[in-house]
């Protein structure tokens, strides 16, 4: 009999996870992905920190711990530690209770809401994403309703960032428009603006009435310390200025399958933020009704006592400071080869990845003669690299660059 589905075509693999897919597949005993982005040891394996397994371990060993529902906004001590820890301890936002903050499901969960949230009460539907950007955005927002236009970012040319051409198009962007900002460590380019340029594209956005709507995936991942990853965001909220942050803990705490994250929405009082976080209670309820207790736990666990706390940032520290010595490596790597071009985007770029600049044709290359895996824009995971396995990507980038030029 047929099936009531069997109109149903194959959706494509999803580009990003697809590498993985592929890898694994591979027999080779060379292959490496640098396609995912997640963390590795140098071993190449994935990493629990220390400090979560100790506060897993408080967790289960406290009789009092339940599996009762939560609230639909979630665990109100990580609720409260989260906006602290994006804000800053001192945020005036905090201390005036302006700031309506929701635990969802990772950073993706927090930018879906936010979007269904904005899709419901913002007078502007469009908004502007970099160009380019984490591949999920334009889809998290095209499904909530939200028309994607882009504003240019990357410059491939420098490999660096195209300034000029990102206050132009937000210039050009229509007044009240909301535009996604990274807060730190840009996905994929690795390309972050100076402390100056914020300041700048703050100045232009207030001008002009534009949302900021922050996602913040890396905050002490990218440069080892959390306030000065954080810096982008406390300038947009200390000028008494809204703004929406999407925070995710799985890549600054390790928790990717926990899926841990808080939508913090800052308003102008009060009595906004509490109808805000009403309104959003709303957007939660039918989509998934209350988020999960465990990941929140580990984190407001951690957040809560001091001396789990600096021992995280210790971890963090070492995490963002492997990748950075991945940087340098396969920086020094290249030039020892004598590689034609100018390289030192690698060592520019922050964060969790390289936009190299390969073209597609040089990465089916690599990965077809070196079993390389990579996204096909030339983005490659610095956390997936290790020692051992610099000098082999390095010749393979000297191969695909000097033999397809």
Request: glycine share 8%; proline share 5%.
């Amino acid at each position: 009999m047929e099936s009531v589905f069997s109109n149903v075509a194959r959706a494509p693999e999803d580009p990003i996870l697809g590498v993985t897919v592929a890898y694994n597949n591979d027999p080779s005993p060379v292959k490496i992905n640098l396609g995912v982005g997640a963390y590795r040891t140098e071993e190449g394996k994935p990493l629990v920190l220390d400090v979560v397994r100790k506060a897993e371990q408080q967790l289960v060993n406290d009789p009092s711990r339940v599996k009762e529902y939560i609230p639909i906004v979630g665990i109100s001590d990580f609720n409260k530690l989260s906006a602290k820890l994006i804000l800053g301890a001192d945020s005036p936002a905090i201390a005036e209770s302006r700031v309506a903050t929701i635990q969802c499901l990772s950073g993706t969960g927090s930018l879906r809401v936010g979007a269904e949230f904005l899709k419901k009460h913002y007078h502007q539907s469009v908004i502007y994403i970099p160009k380019p950007t984490w591949g999920n955005h334009p889809k998290v927002f095209n499904l909530a309703g939200l028309s994607v236009e882009y504003f240019r970012y990357y410059d491939p040319s420098t490999r660096g960032l195209d300034f000029q051409g990102l206050l132009e198009d937000l210039g050009a962007a229509p007044s009240g428009a909301i535009v996604l900002l990274h807060a730190c460590a840009h996905n994929p380019t690795g390309v972050d603006p100076t402390f100056e340029q914020w300041e700048q594209i703050r100045q232009l956005m207030r001008s002009k009435s534009l949302l900021p709507f922050f996602d913040s995936a890396y905050q002490g991942f990218a440069s080892g310390s959390l306030d000065t990853d954080a810096q982008s965001v406390r300038t947009f909220v200390a000028d008494g200025g809204e703004c929406l942050i999407a925070q995710s803990y799985a890549k600054n705490m390790g928790l990717y399958g926990e899926r841990v994250g808080a939508l913090s929405i800052v308003c102008k009082s009060a009595d906004v933020a509490s109808k805000v976080e009403s309104q959003v209670k709303l957007v939660v309820r039918p989509m998934y009704s209350s988020p999960p207790i465990h990941g929140a736990s580990i984190v407001a666990t951690i957040l809560k006592s001091s001396d789990m706390y600096n021992n995280w940032t210790i971890e963090l520290k070492e995490m963002a400071d492997r990748i950075k010595s991945m940087r340098q490596q396969l920086f020094d790597a290249i030039q020892a080869r004598g590689t034609p071009g100018d390289w030192s985007h690698i060592i520019k770029q922050i964060g969790m990845f390289t936009f190299t600049g390969l073209n597609k044709e040089q990465v089916e290359f690599m990965t077809k003669e070196f079993h390389i895996y990579m996204t096909s824009d030339g983005r490659i995971s610095m956390a997936g690299l290790s020692s051992k396995t610099v000098p082999h990507l390095a010749d393979a980038m000297h191969a695909a660059v000097t033999r397809l030029g």
